[in-house]
T-cell receptor, first 114, second 114 residues
Framework: GNSVTQMEGPVTLSEEAFLTINCTYT??????LFWYVQYPGEGLQLLLK?????DKGSNKGFEATYRKETTSFHLEKGSVQVSDSAVYFC?????????????FGRGTSLIVHP | EAGVTQFPSHSVIEKGQTVTLRCDPI?????LYWYRRVMGKEIKFLLH????????ESGMPNNRFLAERTGGTYSTLKVQPAELEDSGVYFC????????????FGPGTRLTVL
C-alpha cells in the first residue's frame, strides 16, 4: 500500500535559519505529492504540491521537488520566520477505488525562535 | 467564501457514552471526507462522501462509528459507544473535484474519551 515517511520532530530553529524537512514515499503508479501546514488552532492548509516527476512546488518561500528516482519530496525554506512555526504534513494522493484519497505522514512540528 | 467548519472544537466524554461530531463543508463542494489523527501519528482516512452517498468507507475502524450526510450538505460522525482508543483529533475536509487530491480542511474536533 501507499505510505509516507517524514522526519520526526520537533525541529527547532532560530529565525533566518535554513529549513529542510525530509519526506519519502512508497506508492504504486504516479502519485501527486503535497505539503500541508497546520498552524496552531487551525485546520490543515495546502502549502504546495507537485503532480509529476521533477516538478517543483513553491509557496511562501517554501519549495519541494518531486524526485521519482529517490521517491522523495523534501520541504525546504532558505530563511524561516517565527510565523512559520507550525506542524507540516507530507502527503501523497493516488487513484484508489475511483477516487483520490490522500495518505499522510505523521507530521513534523517546526518551532522557530526569535 | 467560508471555510470548512467543525463542531464542537473539543469534546470530553466518558467511555461508553455517545458523541456526535458535525462538519459543514464549503458550499458547492460535493466531496466530503473524514479523517482521524491519534496523538503524534498519521492522519488516517475514515470515509469519503460524494454528495449524500458513501463513496469509500474503507477507513472506518468498526461499527461503533456511523457517518451520515443527509441532503448532501453537512455531515455528522457518531461514535457509539465511545472507547478510550477513539481519542484523537477528527478532521473533516471537502473538495469540489476528486481528480487532484487537493482538499480543504476544517480545524478539527479534539475528542477525549476518559
Amino acid at each position: 500500500g501507499n505510505s509516507v515517511t517524514q522526519m520526526e520532530g520537533p525541529v527547532t530553529l532560530s529565525e533566518e535559519a535554513f529549513l529542510t524537512i525530509n519526506c519519502t514515499y512508497t506508492a504504486t503508479g504516479y502519485p501527486s505529492l503535497f505539503w500541508y501546514v497546520q498552524y496552531p488552532g487551525e485546520g490543515l492548509q495546502l502549502l504546495l504540491k507537485a503532480t509529476k516527476a521533477d516538478d517543483k512546488g513553491s509557496n511562501k518561500g517554501f519549495e519541494a521537488t518531486y524526485r521519482k528516482e529517490t521517491t522523495s519530496f523534501h520541504l525546504e525554506k532558505g530563511s524561516v520566520q517565527v510565523s512559520d512555526s507550525a506542524v507540516y504534513f507530507c502527503a501523497l494522493s493516488a487513484l484508489s477505488g475511483g477516487s483520490y484519497i490522500p495518505t499522510f505522514g505523521r507530521g513534523t512540528s517546526l518551532i522557530v525562535h526569535p | 467564501e467560508a471555510g470548512v467548519t467543525q463542531f464542537p472544537s473539543h469534546s470530553v466524554i466518558e467511555k461508553g457514552q455517545t458523541v456526535t461530531l458535525r462538519c459543514d463543508p464549503i458550499s458547492g463542494h460535493d466531496n466530503l471526507y473524514w479523517y482521524r489523527r491519534v496523538m503524534g501519528k498519521e492522519i488516517k482516512f475514515l470515509l469519503h462522501f460524494v454528495k449524500e452517498s458513501k463513496q469509500d468507507e474503507s477507513g472506518m475502524p468498526n461499527n461503533r462509528f456511523l457517518a451520515e450526510r443527509t441532503g448532501g450538505t453537512y455531515s455528522t460522525l457518531k461514535v457509539q459507544p465511545a472507547e478510550l482508543e477513539d481519542s484523537g483529533v477528527y478532521f473533516c475536509a471537502s473538495s469540489r473535484n476528486i481528480d487532484t487530491g487537493e482538499q480543504f480542511f476544517g480545524p478539527g474536533t479534539r475528542l477525549t474519551v476518559l
